[in-house]
């Protein structure tokens, strides 16, 4: 048995793109959201679950680093990740302060999993984290009788385990699925039913989890109703290629696709596949076939055939589900003729880069009209000229950005492309195989493995 994460070799450097194509078929890695949530609760499950395809970016091999400081041992066996569930009162009070990395979702999430735990802990974060807010999870927490303190509303993160939480009606103010998790994890300590509602739909991966572990739950609308104190088991599961992901190789497929790209194995969660529809809506040839009737998380196969794009307004109401796929559509809206518009986006701003900013800059960088406002963007499309940019160390920005060399009419250099490792490790080798032109870069190098 391994307490170690999983050991992947880190690139550390920038990424030249000049020209080439995408094509073929494409496999990305599982999905980052559900390998967080899927690694919680089967920690606090009884026995051993077996996850395929667990994502393996920095994100999660922080949410396994951190469940190891609670004294949930896990192992790899080839691609498989078992996770030792030590149930849902057999967390141990870590001997530090736990370093959720740049990832947000394992610090939301874990404020749920603590506050109702018989010690205390401090989540910290690196920069980029350390900047995101916090209060927005600690605040509607702390209605259940949770002792939690922000530093100026963020990072780091103090919980004064309270195991008497009191379930009841919770209503989020943010449409964060985060946040709705964390309130959902908290949940499954208190007496009673607990209500959690956001005033929007969230990604409903956390919902779609707990019966196969268990534990039973009603959704009324946006609400999840779940019964504290129930036994959580073990399960076996594997985890669908991650949209997200996928969501640069569509892009690129419309923009430089060589015949048709088929991305196989991938999660069509309807909460996380609002980029097919504003594409498709843009213009784009792209066509879905489910292959999971009655599993717990769609999946299936998208197919996208080069397309001329157009610009669109994008409607509100798929902000949510889009939210993650904002880089990538910037970058087909640069490429698209005519105007794009995002409104009611305020929330890119809060994302591991100000997303709207980083987006803006690099793009007019590329010689690309765009205007930006408080909660969006208007992006004309037109002629992207190539040359270098930086991804503020945004993995999703770096990854979109580096879709732009594909088209620019000189090559286009990303910086600080080792983020891409927060969730994509692979990526480069990936468009490398599909067909882009990637100029050998003398400064990546293979870092230290991993601890
Ligand atoms: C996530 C929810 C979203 C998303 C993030 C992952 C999740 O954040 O942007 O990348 O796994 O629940 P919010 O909850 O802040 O909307």
């Not at 922080?62 to 498989?80: I, M, R, Y």
């Not at 090559?411 to 990637?438: H, M, R, W, Y």
Request: a negative charge; aromatic letters at 4%; hydrophobic letters at 40%.
């Amino acid at each position: 048995m391994s307490s170690g994460s999983h050991r992947h070799a880190a690139e550390v450097g920038c990424l030249t793109i000049a020209g080439g194509h995408v094509g073929g078929t494409i496999s990305v890695p599982g999905d980052k959201s559900i390998s967080h949530r899927v690694a919680m609760l089967a920690a606090l499950a009884s026995g051993t679950s077996t996850i395929r395809r667990f994502c393996n970016g920095d994100d999660c091999l922080a949410t396994l680093s951190a469940l190891n400081s609670l004294g949930v041992e896990h192992a790899w066996d080839d691609q498989v990740l078992s996770i030792y569930g030590v149930g849902r009162d057999g967390l141990n009070a870590p001997g530090v302060a736990i370093d959720c990395g740049n990832s947000g979702t394992t610090m939301r999430l874990l404020c749920g999993l603590l506050a109702p735990q018989d010690f205390s802990t401090t989540l910290i974060g690196d920069e980029s984290l350390s900047r995101r807010p916090m209060e927005r999870v600690a605040e509607p927490l702390r209605e259940m009788g949770a002792r939690i303190t922000t530093t100026d509303g963020g990072p780091p993160v103090r919980i004064d385990g309270n195991p008497q939480l009191r379930a009841g009606r919770i209503e989020i103010e943010v449409a964060s699925a985060q946040v709705k998790t964390a309130l959902t994890l908290a949940s499954l300590y208190a007496d009673g039913e607990s209500r959690v509602s956001t005033p929007g739909m969230v990604r409903d991966h956390t919902e779609r989890l707990l019966p196969l572990f268990g534990c039973p739950i009603r959704t009324e609308g946006q609400a999840t109703v779940v019964r504290g104190h129930v036994e959580l088991q073990a399960i076996e599961f594997s985890v669908p290629g991650d949209i997200s992901a996928a969501a640069f190789f569509m892009v690129a497929a419309c923009l430089a696709g060589h015949g048709v790209t088929r991305i196989v194995d991938v999660g069509l969660n309807p909460g996380r596949s609002a980029l097919i529809r504003l594409l498709q809506d843009m213009g784009a040839r792209i066509e879905v076939s489910e292959h999971s009737a009655g599993a717990a998380e769609p999946t299936g196969e998208i197919h996208i055939w080069p397309s001329d794009l157009t610009g669109i307004d994008v409607p509100k109401d798929v902000v949510a589900p889009a939210i993650d796929e904002f880089p990538a559509l910037c970058v087909a809206a640069a490429c698209a003729d005519g105007e794009t518009t995002i409104r009611g986006a305020g929330e890119l701003r809060f994302k591991e880069s100000d997303r709207i900013e980083t987006m803006a800059v690099a793009l007019r960088t590329l010689g690309v009209f765009v205007e930006t406002s408080s909660d969006g963007l208007l992006i004309r499309g037109g002629d992207i000229s190539g040359g270098t940019v930086d991804c503020a160390g945004d993995h999703r920005i770096a990854m979109a950005l580096s879709i732009l060399g594909l088209v620019s009419r000189d090559s286009l250099t990303v910086t600080g492309t080792e983020c891409i490792q927060t969730s994509f490790p692979g990526f480069q080798d990936l468009l490398a195989k599909a067909g882009a032109n990637i100029i050998g870069n003398p400064e990546i190098q293979i870092s230290a493995e991993k601890p």
